[in-house]
């Protein structure tokens, strides 16, 4: 069974930098993607990226291009979300789930999820 495990989470300053690493052990036949996703209090989770394991495109929304970089590590079986100048509605818990492709910056067809890291920006 395909099982993810995010870490990097914590309490971080506004205007530092964050960087979550979700690691993968195992692959679903044919499924080809690993997607963030974040779950901010009181509010419903949404896509923040998704990357393709095969060939490392990556897909952002248009409001976080150019301050959240995804990224993977094929030799750790490791995918990164990393949020330069972190404000404080970044604060939620992080997830990563492993999909069928991405459409767009959200990964579809999710089949595993990680159990979540949360993120806080305070000062």
């Known amino acids: 069974q395909l099982q993810l495990v995010e870490s990097g989470g914590g309490l971080v300053q506004p205007g530092g930098s964050l960087r979550l690493s979700c690691t993968v052990s195992g ?8 997607g ?4 901010a209090p009181g509010k419903e989770r949404e896509g923040v990226s ?7 495109t990556t897909y ?3 409001t976080d291009k150019g301050r ?3 990224s993977r590590d094929k030799a750790k079986n490791t995918v990164y979300l990393q949020i330069s100048r972190p404000k404080p509605e970044d604060t939620a818990v992080y997830y990563c789930a492993d999909g ?11 089949d595993f999820w990680g159990q979540g890291t949360q993120v ?4």
Do not use: H, L
């Open 27 to 34: 692959r679903t036949p044919g499924y080809d993607a690993i």
């Open 36 to 39: 963030w996703f974040r779950q």
């Open 50 to 56: 998704c990357i393709r394991r095969s060939d490392g």
């Open 60 to 62: 952002y929304g248009n």
């Open 68 to 70: 959240i970089t995804t």
């Open 100 to 110: 069928a492709k991405c459409r767009g910056r959200v990964v579809a067809g999710q």
């Open 120 to 123: 806080t920006v305070s000062s």
